[in-house]
């Protein structure tokens, strides 16, 4: 009885009790709106009468009713996260809001609920105590599935509260308490903790490029990817009609951040890596230092052109041919007459091959009538010689050809067909392929050389030197690599297509149609309708039209599915992560995709690895866009304890001391240590240590309000490359592929390039000295190493500790 009646004047029981009963109607709201939409879905898949036209509209509601259906569906979780008070006039209180994941309304058309994006919850985000914005109070709601666990109270103006209001305040900070829950592998949304820094990332306009600069953990790819869903939001005719890209360092980071926009209710966004952006090839190979610097340096876009231009060749001494049984001859003047005037063409290379064919087809003609007459004319005068024609009369003009245009064109389509002619202009003009010419670039020497010593004539400053050409050549049939990507798309832009594909299709396409349209004759004349007519003498319906109301092609393609499959698919936004990586010829390829410009690129020039990556956001991007570069800069640590922050910090003044580390929230519980191991006890200390943290974390305690499961717990131990092997041997139960398991198992084996853009509960450093010796990058390398843990460091090494280190405990 005492309980009871302490539990009632309890301020948490009962401020929870009556946001209980809100939530509650919130998901009696999120319910019946899935019901409509579920019936509406089922009587739009049932409406199948009707021809064409009746089809299409049946199955765009039935496209529309889904996407409504999944973004209803996936808010199950977290639906509502937080209210905000505004402040009353003194005499009552203000109007009070619901934020959550969506918009909802009640059964009177009310707004129950505010979308999160909505501009009527920003100030849920961008309130301060200095610019409250409005505000009373901000409360923080936290739900386990459809239940209210935990309340959160920020007051802003204690005088606009009313007397029960200020008697139920409770909580404590929400961030905090969601930084100490443990990994699970996956990257959750921070929709109810966003910080006003992040929040002016994600209102940021659509237009221009955004530069999101964050050291590790502050949040910016989160923020990036909740600015998608904003975008989205508040452009949904647009972006929904162009589509939105995100581009990832790697598939497990890809798999990493996957469930953020489904669960803020997006699903139209393609995802991909770099090397994933040329359609039909899916590229993950990484290459040596030496190898990615020069495939990323703009030398290559000459290089490519000059493949091309090098592949357009004139015969030394002419064309000599046989066709027919004749020999026929162009002479290199007019070889290079022809193809010159194809390249002035203007256009791409497999396109302007058809003038050249043609040209080409024109002057052996041309040659094989000269030889004709030329023979004809003998065998005349040998005739006349010997009196063969006494007696018949002379031609009105003698001198006069001997063929017509007809003739000509005739003798043109003859020599097509001739197979030593095409393999004759095939080799001085080839139709290729992107893939075609990067692959036999790459893995042949003469054809590299050649190119090469056309890209110096070209421009003289894109030259490369000998060692260069022997950094790109590579074994014939190597898979592709990331770095190949942009040159497979720099090909792609000059190559082109000749238009027999597309041509194909039509030829197709119009024999299926005559098909159809016969099918369908043949059933007004068995049904009598070809003979009904109207009062005007038309008919009631013909065979086109019968074919148009009954054609049929399969449900509409989403954007994302379209998009994902077209190359030249131009979209309506673009979010490169860990931006920093990417070379100026990979930022070729995605300036491709985004004409408009309109990008947020995510990254820290701190944490750049890649030989080719970025050294300063505006020598990379100023090329592409101008002055429409905006740079955010996020400069608040959310993930990194201060102890493991403080030695990273170390690392960086030596390696980039122009940067300027993130600040840490919070203090954490454990220091981090260095432990020294024996060369001979290496393949002992480490899966012991490593079984030990796997441990370690996923027995610690989680806080109030974190995951309900339970704290997962993930480890990594990071290695320089070369060890990778070897480590990965050591540990057999751990995941040591680049591949998304590594997310779900308790142990990770990861080089420092694969953990990039990940986060654990525990990271093991092997061998530091290594890491920093193994590129010129070496230094970013370990940074990016120590800041992948969220509570525990350890750093292995055998030999002694880099200065840089020696704030560890126990160095």
Same mark, same amino acid.
């Given at each position: ?202 209102? @940021? @306009? ?136 194809? $390249? ?65 064109? @005739? ?53 490369? @030197? ?51 349209? $016969? ?194 717990? $993930? ?97």
């Amino acid at each position: 009885m005492e309980q009871s009646q302490s539990a009632g004047h309890n301020p948490l029981a009962v401020s929870i009790h009556g946001e209980q009963e809100y939530v509650s109607a919130l998901y009696g709201h999120l319910d019946a709106e899935r019901a409509h939409v579920r019936d509406a879905f089922l009587r739009a898949q049932r409406n199948g009468a009707g021809g064409h036209g009746a089809l299409m509209d049946r199955e765009a509601s039935v496209d529309e009713q889904a996407r409504r259906l999944t973004r209803l569906e996936a808010v199950e979780e977290g639906l509502c996260f937080g209210r905000v008070d505004l402040r009353g006039d003194g005499r009552s209180p203000g109007e009070r809001l619901y934020i959550g994941r969506i918009g909802l309304r009640d059964g009177d058309r009310e707004v129950a609920l505010v979308d999160w994006r909505a501009p009527a919850a920003r100030p849920f985000y961008s309130a301060t105590p200095s610019a409250p914005d409005g505000l009373a109070r901000r409360r923080h709601l936290y739900t386990r599935r459809r239940t209210v666990v935990g309340l959160d109270d920020e007051v802003f103006d204690l005088e606009g509260l009313s007397e029960d209001d200020r008697q139920g305040l409770v909580g404590e900070a929400a961030l905090m308490a969601s930084l100490r829950a443990g990994r699970t592998g996956r990257m959750h949304d921070i929709v109810a903790t966003i910080q006003s820094e992040q929040d002016r990332v994600i209102r @940021s @306009s659509l237009q221009g490029a955004l530069v999101v600069q964050g050291g590790p953990g502050t949040g910016k790819t989160v923020a990036a990817l909740h600015r998608a869903a904003f975008l989205l939001y508040t452009h949904r005719d647009l972006l929904e009609r162009r589509g939105v890209l995100v581009v990832g360092p790697n598939p497990v980071f890809l798999r990493y951040i996957g469930q953020v926009l489904p669960s803020l209710g997006e699903t139209d966004v393609v995802m991909t890596t770099l090397g994933g952006l040329y359609p039909g090839v899916r590229a993950e190979g990484a290459e040596g230092h030496r190898t990615a610097a020069v495939k990323g340096s703009l030398r290559m876009a000459t290089l490519v052109e000059a493949a091309v231009r090098e592949r357009q060749r004139v015969p030394e001494g002419g064309l000599y041919i046989t066709a027919s049984g004749t020999d026929l001859f162009v002479s290199e003047d007019t070889c290079r007459s022809v193809r010159d005037r194809a $390249r002035e063409l203007g256009v791409k290379h497999n396109a302007a091959r058809t003038f050249f064919v043609s040209e080409m087809l024109t002057a052996l003609a041309q040659d094989q009538h000269d030889v004709l007459e030329h023979s004809i004319r003998e065998a005349e005068e040998a005739a006349a010689w010997d009196g063969a024609f006494a007696g018949v009369p002379e031609m009105e003009d003698p001198d006069a050809p001997l063929w017509t245009d007809e003739d000509l064109q @005739s003798a043109r389509e003859t020599l097509w067909e001739e197979p030593e002619v095409h393999r004759a202009l095939g080799a001085l003009w080839p139709d290729l392929s992107p893939e075609a010419l990067i692959g036999e670039l790459l893995s042949d020497g003469d054809r590299l050389a050649a190119a090469a010593r056309e890209a110096e004539r070209l421009s003289p400053a894109d030259a490369l @030197s000998g060692e260069d050409l022997d950094a790109l050549l590579r074994p014939e049939g190597s898979p592709w690599t990331v770095g190949d990507v942009p040159l497979l798309d720099e090909a792609a832009e000059l190559l082109g297509d000749d238009g027999s594909v597309r041509r194909a299709r039509q030829r197709e396409e119009a024999r299926r149609r005559a098909e159809a349209e $016969r099918y369908a004759q043949g059933v007004l004349e068995v049904t009598g309708l070809s003979e009904q007519r109207t009062a005007d003498g038309d008919l009631v319906v013909d065979a086109n039209t019968l074919f148009e109301r009954n054609r049929y092609d399969g449900p509409e393609r989403t954007t994302a599915e379209r998009a994902a499959e077209d190359r030249t698919w131009a979209y309506g936004h673009v979010i490169v992560d860990e931006a920093q990586e990417l070379s100026e010829m990979a930022w070729r390829t995605v300036m491709r995709r985004i004409p408009t410009r309109s990008l947020t690129v995510v990254g820290d020039v701190a944490q750049t690895g890649s030989a080719a990556g970025a050294s300063s956001w505006s020598s990379m991007l100023e090329r592409h866009v101008g002055g429409g570069l905006h740079e955010e800069r996020l400069l608040v640590n959310y993930r990194t304890p201060a102890a493991i922050m403080e030695v990273a910090a170390a690392v960086l003044k030596e390696v980039a001391p122009d940067q300027e580390p993130p600040e840490s929230v919070r203090e954490g519980d454990e220091p981090p240590r260095a432990v020294r191991v024996a060369p001979g006890e290496w393949e002992e200390r480490l899966p012991s240590l490593a079984r030990q943290e796997v441990r370690t974390v996923q027995t610690a305690e989680g806080g109030e309000h974190g995951d309900p499961e339970g704290v997962a717990g $993930r480890v990594a131990v990071i290695v320089p490359d070369a060890r990778h092997g070897a480590v990965a041997a050591l540990l057999p139960e751990a995941e040591s592929q680049a591949s998304p398991e590594v997310l779900d198992a308790p142990v990770a084996v990861l080089t420092c390039a694969q953990a990039k853009g990940l986060e654990f509960d525990s990271v093991v450093v092997a061998a530091p000295d290594e890491i920093l010796d193994q590129s010129p990058q070496g230094g970013r390398d370990l940074y990016v190493a120590i800041t992948r843990a969220t509570r525990r460091l350890t750093v292995l090494h055998e030999a002694g500790l880099p200065t840089m280190l020696a704030g560890l405990d126990g160095a």
